[in-house]
């Protein structure tokens, strides 16, 4: 428990230094950002034509409503403990990077779903966007993360033999 624990926050540490880092901002999360509010907008188009988005913003033709996707809102804080949690957990490497990969589209598909109804709400209440953007919203991020890692250990368990009950046997030549 110790070691995982050791090895969850050092590679927590490592990774949330990285994302600060102006370069990796500039080419890989912000870019990401932008995907992330163009994705919202195409998943919402087909029901709302009024939905347009620009670089990270979502936006509302009519009346002008807005959001924008900031740090903390784009999935990427919510994966980096997700990919903490898997390279701690004492398993294969091939199983670390499959349940990462896999881990992070189910983050960023709850991420999606947790933007789109954040601007629904932003346009119909904004006293009920703050709470669903501050309370509600960062828990159930966090439970998915949550959810995925202890699915992954499941699948991870299952992958595993179980210890023989019968000590080893030697054999005389």
Known sequence: MVRFFLIFIAVLA?????????????????PWTSLLATASAALMTPLDSDVAH?????????TGFAVSIEAGCNGVEAAIILI?????????????????AIGI???????????????YLGKWNMAVFEFAHLYLWQALIMLDVLVVWMLWI????????????????????
């Open 14 to 30: 490592v990774l949330f230094r990285i994302d600060m880092l102006d370069d990796v901002q500039r080419v890989a999360v912000e």
């Open 54 to 62: 620009h670089g990270r913003i979502l936006m509302s033709k009519a």
């Open 84 to 100: 903490a949690g898997m390279i701690a957990f004492p398993s294969r490497w091939i199983h670390k990077l499959a349940g990462i």
């Open 105 to 119: 589209a189910a983050v960023q598909v709850v991420n999606l779903l947790r933007i789109i109804s954040l601007y």
């Open 154 to 173: 499941r699948w991870i368990a299952r992958q595993t033999p179980p210890p023989s009950d019968q000590p080893p046997v030697a054999h005389a030549a």
